[in-house]
């Protein structure tokens, strides 16, 4: 009987799950990977083995099944006696000021983390309800749940100030970052890989459905591109990134939009959706540009690409700035490990900095993809929130390995 882990990462657009087998209480070895997709009234649920290869593909009602239930009635099934589940992880997307190493869920914990919903209101109850499922369905389980904005404590205190009155800073509205689980992951992967970047001054471009830029400087976060909210920086597949505030005081007072109109507008209907017209996926876009034969549409579609390409290049500028200067940069996520083309016009417009991409290295999506004379050396590294959180729960559950 193999003693497994099972790591829940709840993320905007899906919900994603590893499984884990724990040999000799340290050693990690990934056995199952899965992910629980959302569509209006269904959800898809997928899962492959250590292989990569597909074991199950199914779509259910949610009126019919619940998908964390339908999770764990699959895996009785599928581990027919033969894993021993000893521990959960989680993903939580915000810890406040108060959580920032990883703990084990109770009763008054949860209270605490739900408290802070409104600072991240779409994705605190989207990363919280596994963890309520789990107290559900399987409540002898220990949890324990790591912080997405931890990485960015180190960020000076005076970049985590947000200019609006005192009494909004008292009352937690500040700068905290986010993505920080794949920054760790990358900061550590680094050290080991490419030790010179990791301490570097490199920027790690985490472009996935949600996106942000992390400034890493001697290994450690020095500044990032979300700030208070998930909405901050960069332009996301639905999400609008950094706008001029006015905007939506525009929105208030010509079109009395309220709070859901607001949220609807910035957190699902911006971004690539807003801009394109078509998707917020990445994939769908640059199908589109090949196959669209009218012009406007084309035309929408390009400038989504161009505006998403144009803010990242922005962002690195003022990255490398406040880090005073860059030694590299490292693409990572469902976009930033795929997509060539969009690493391929950042690269370029950042070569009067002496960056010079290496294209064949680039269409290869190899793991550098600067040529040796670059003056800032480019990786493509995939993230593993999954793994890190993993690391997180082993010494929670030494005893029971
Ligand atoms: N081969 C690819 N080329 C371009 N974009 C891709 C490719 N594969 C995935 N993506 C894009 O990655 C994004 C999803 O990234 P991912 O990191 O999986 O997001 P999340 O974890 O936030 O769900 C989507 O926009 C998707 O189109
Ligand atoms: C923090 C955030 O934006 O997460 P995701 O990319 O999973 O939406
Ligand atoms: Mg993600």
Known sequence: MSNVVIVFNAGSSSLKFTIFKIEKKSIIIKLIKGRIEYDNETFHFL?????????????????????????????????????????????????????????????????????LTPFAPLHQPQTLAPVHAITKYRPQLP?????????????????????????YGEKGVRRYGFHGLSYDFLSQRLQLIDPELAN????????????????????????????????????????????????????????????????????????????????????????????????????????????????????IGALAAVMEGIDGLVFTAGIGEHDAELRQTICLALSWLGLKLDTDANQKNADIISSPSSTIRVRVEPTHEELIICQNVLPFIQDAL
């Open 143 to 167: 949890q324990i749940v790591c912080f997405d904005t931890a990485f960015h404590r180190s960020i000076p205190d005076i970049a985590q100030l947000l200019p609006l009155p005192r009494r």
């Open 200 to 315: 570097g001054r490199t920027i790690l471009a985490h472009l996935g459905s949600g996106a942000s830029l992390c400034a890493l400087k001697h290994g450690k976060s020095f500044e990032t591109t979300m700030g208070f909210s998930t909405l901050d920086g960069l332009m996301m597949g639905s999400r609008c990134g950094m706008i001029d505030p006015g905007a939506l005081l525009y929105m208030i007072k010509e079109e009395n939009a309220d709070w859901e109109t607001l949220v609807n507008t910035l957190y699902h209907q911006s971004g690539l959706l807003g801009v394109s017209g078509i998707s917020t996926d990445m994939r769908v876009l640059r199908e589109r540009l090949i196959t669209e034969t009218d012009p406007a549409i084309r035309k929408h579609v390009q400038q989504a690409l161009s505006l998403s390409a144009y803010r990242i290049v922005e962002e």
């Open 47 to 115: 899962a492959s083995d250590h292989n990569d290869q597909l074991i199950t593909q199914n779509t259910f009602s949610t009126k019919n099944k619940e998908p964390l239930e339908y999770l764990f009635s699959w895996l009785s099934e599928h581990e027919q006696g033969t894993h021993h589940i000893v521990g959960v992880g989680h993903r939580i997307v915000h810890g406040g000021a108060d959580f920032v190493d990883p703990v084990c869920v109770t009763p008054e914990l949860l209270k605490q983390l739900e408290s």
